[in-house]
């Protein structure tokens, strides 16, 4: 199993997210999808984030604009960035992920819900904070809005990513996308070579059945 800690408001977890299914399906593997506040991490592991964005202008930060667009194109996506509302609040997009997976009329639309809400935001530069625009996404896919917005109203849902938040940061993760193979950790959309490798080398190293 892959577990996968994501946040919709990265674009390099966008990228992981179209790349990771691929790879999933390639090893027959299941993927075991992990919302978090990646703005959490941040605050608890990461500050630095947040000077890395005002410094727009050196020739790192100019690349790394490059390098997000080329590796939107060879994944054949439409992607902006930065989009015009940036950062972005994702709190309310990410409990919906959690209550999406966990509604009995919701469940099958997870991924169409998770790719609309991602390309809500980086490819038509919508605000997925607001409850319009996350509305006018459960409609997309085919989940009932009226239900949704109250779903992520609910206590445990709240909890629930503050506790998947917390786990990564005890694990390890410092940003997002962050990948797991057992206690394996691996970070970046770059790095799906590697966790590639995991998948393989775990599955060597499970005993065969008698």
């Known amino acids: 199993?892959?577990?996968?800690?994501?946040?919709?408001?990265?674009?390099?977890?966008y990228l992981a997210f179209r790349n990771i299914?691929?790879?999933?399906?390639?090893l027959d593997e299941t993927i075991s999808w992990r919302p978090v506040l990646v703005g959490g991490i941040?605050?608890?592991?990461?500050?630095g984030v947040y000077a890395a964005r005002e410094d727009t202008d050196s020739p790192k930060s100019r690349y790394l604009?490059?390098?997000?667009?080329?590796n939107a194109r060879e994944a054949g996506l439409t992607l902006v960035f930065p989009p015009k509302v940036f950062p972005?609040?994702?709190?309310?997009?990410?409990r919906g992920c959690l209550w999406v997976a966990q509604d009995a009329t919701a469940r099958d639309h997870y991924l169409a819900f998770v790719e609309a809400t991602f390309a809500a935001?980086?490819?038509?530069?919508?605000?997925i904070s607001q409850d319009d625009v996350l509305a006018a996404v459960c409609g997309q896919a085919g989940i009932?809005?009226?239900a949704f917005l109250a779903g992520i109203a609910r206590p445990d849902i709240k909890e629930q990513l503050k506790a998947n938040t917390?786990?990564?940061?005890?694990?390890?993760?410092?940003?997002s996308p962050t990948f797991f193979v057992g206690d394996d950790m691996y970070f970046g959309n770059d790095r799906l070579p590697l966790l590639r490798s995991a998948v393989l080398r775990a599955r060597s190293s499970i005993p065969a059945r008698p």
Do not use: H
């Open 88 to 94: 972005v609040n994702s709190v309310k997009a990410m």
């Open 121 to 127: 935001y980086f490819s038509e530069e919508k605000d």
């Open 42 to 47: 941040f605050n608890s592991v990461n500050k």
């Open 65 to 70: 604009l490059k390098d997000v667009r080329d």
């Open 21 to 26: 299914q691929r790879l999933a399906s390639e």
């Open 144 to 146: 009932d809005a009226d």
């Open 1 to 13: 199993m892959i577990e996968f800690f994501f946040d919709c408001s990265s674009p390099w977890t």
């Open 166 to 175: 917390d786990e990564a940061i005890r694990r390890g993760a410092f940003g």
